[in-house]
């Protein structure tokens, strides 16, 4: 990051700082002024790993001012906050999300997942549980989560998916009031469309795709249309026993055939699949029902009260309130919101997309630190509650979003930073020999909290810095924990001089390590890294997170002879 983006940064970070902190009456929070900062400065997405650290000492330098000097401080900065905090007449609205719809017509709030079992979840997966959740938890409401997995062939289900989607629920602080498989509900939806065509408002169609398209394209009724009731109730029966192949028949809705959007006209509700389902349950049904025909019916059955989906799911509601006219249902509240997407990592956030490169090895599993997963941010020690205040920060707005991930790590940082012992590391280490000093040095566990005692590096004659910490000849740095030394080309001095030489003199501390260390593989988003770190390290439980000093926060994942392999978190 070069002088100018630093400054801006700062500049930035101190006007949101104290416009937080004084429009709520309380200290000022990193995470808080990292989402609107990263939102409304494009250009400083590229440094998202570096503007936490940047912005971290403005914010405490905030907290430290008493009200009077934070407001002093922003009206000289920027007079106009000064004047939008004074005109702020409404109460703080204590709930990170809007509204739901109509919420005074219903007794309970009902909503549902409907995730697609087709493999583990990527990172845009978490947002439909994070808000959805979270409106449960605000209403006091209900959550079905619903396993659409009524398509045996294009999206088809992945048995160990079922139960990682509900492992990453929990991951993310919430557990659903019901849970079903679509699957297992078919005989449901046969009766249903039994109905419907009693209704007259389904019939067989036995065209071919392309044939329909035209007709439908043209606002033409297919010949099959004006069948009788009970033609069509023997047609389906048949499509139900497996009667016919792929292709071969379908169930439409009867819709409106001269309507405007194309979409809406005699839409399929049960099309032919000759795959089996990989549920042994449900291996047996050929006759399945499309998407829009199952998830309408269910969330009647289940009485869901409002449904959030994506805009692109518009016609969805359309097709599926023809059905609900028909039955002289009430359609559940819809908010539709736009698409996601998160910025830092290489791999596509698709499915279909990680499978393969899991399956042919471009990727170790859905938990590779490069895969942007659920599984792969929880191996890495980054708490779901980080991942869902990121996320609902972003609202439901219908436009298309982006997630920066430099937010997450700032909400993970508030979560963890306070109980998350320090450690050194050195990569790229270069070992000079010590004269003079001490046997050992004896660093803070943690530097907020002295009762929490020191860690004991040895020494040994000689040390580990890394290489761009090395100070040219004659000059001196501060080993943290250890001391003051001076380089004289080849060695280290250990100097009697107090942290009076940081603090005036500007002489720089760096992070070291002993002759005595382990060696550690850190895997992280652009490859593993080596290095060296102090012998403490190995005393820590797998599971653990510690953080690197001047390097991030890691979980610890395994510890052998040979290594100790973590996860890189964050800065």
Known sequence: MDDAVREQAEREAEVAALF?????????????????????????????????GVIAPVVNRVNELDEAEKRERLAELDPEAVEELEAEAEPEDEHPLPDLPNVEEYDEVRMRLAPNPNGPWHLGNARMPAVIGTYKDRYDGWMLCRFDDTDPETKRPDLDAYDAILDA???????????????????????????????GGAYTCSCEAETFRSLKADAEACPHRDKDTE???????????????????????????EHKNPALRDWVAFRMV????????????????????????????????????????QDSAKRQRFVYDYFDWEYPEVVHWGKIQIDEYDVKMSTSTIKELVESGQLDGWDDPRAPTLASV???????????????????????????????????????????????????GVSVPIAGGPDAGHPPVHPDHEDRGERTIPVEG??????????????????????????????????????????????????????????????????????????????????????????????????????????????
């Open 274 to 313: 000759d795959t089996p389902h990989p549920r042994e349950e449900a291996s047996e049904y050929r006759a399945w029902p499309m998407l829009d025909f199952q998830s309408g019916i269910d969330d009647h059955a289940f009485n869901v009260s409002h449904i959030i989906r994506g805009i692109d799911l």
């Open 378 to 428: 929880r191996r890495r020690g980054i708490r779901g509650q980080a991942v869902v205040d990121a996320i609902v920060e972003l609202g439901t707005s219908s436009s298309d979003v982006d997630l920066a991930m430099s937010n997450v790590y700032a909400h993970n940082r508030e979560l963890v930073d306070d109980d998350t012992d320090r450690v050194f590391l050195v990569r790229d």
């Open 462 to 571: 000689e040390v580990l810095v890394e290489e761009s910490d090395l100070p040219g000849e004659g000059e001196r740095v501060w080993l943290k924990g250890y001391g003051p030394v001076r380089y004289d080309g080849e060695t280290f001095e250990y100097l009697d001089q107090s942290i009076d030489v940081v603090r005036e003199e500007g002489v720089d501390v760096v992070h070291w390590v002993g002759s005595e260390s382990i060696t550690v593989r850190m895997r992280t988003i652009d490859g593993d890294v080596t290095g060296r770190a102090e012998p403490g390290l190995a005393d820590y439980e797998v599971d653990d997170l510690v953080q690197f000093e001047r390097v991030g926060f890691v979980r610890i994942d395994a510890h052998d002879e040979e290594e100790t392999v973590v996860y890189y978190a964050h800065p």
């Open 231 to 257: 033609t069509i109730l023997d047609e389906f029966e048949s499509m139900v026993d497996g009667g016919y192949a792929s292709g071969e028949m379908v169930l439409r809705v009867r819709t409106d055939i």
């Open 169 to 199: 629920i929990g991951y993310l602080g919430f557990e659903p009031d019901e849970v079903v498989r679509a699957s297992d509900r078919m005989e449901h939806y046969y009766d249903r469309a039994r109905e419907l065509i009693a209704l």
């Open 20 to 52: 937080n902190a004084l429009k709520h009456g309380s200290d000022a929070q990193v995470g808080a002024v990292m989402g609107p900062l990263m939102g409304e400065n494009p250009a400083f997405r590229e440094y998202g790993d570096q503007i936490a």
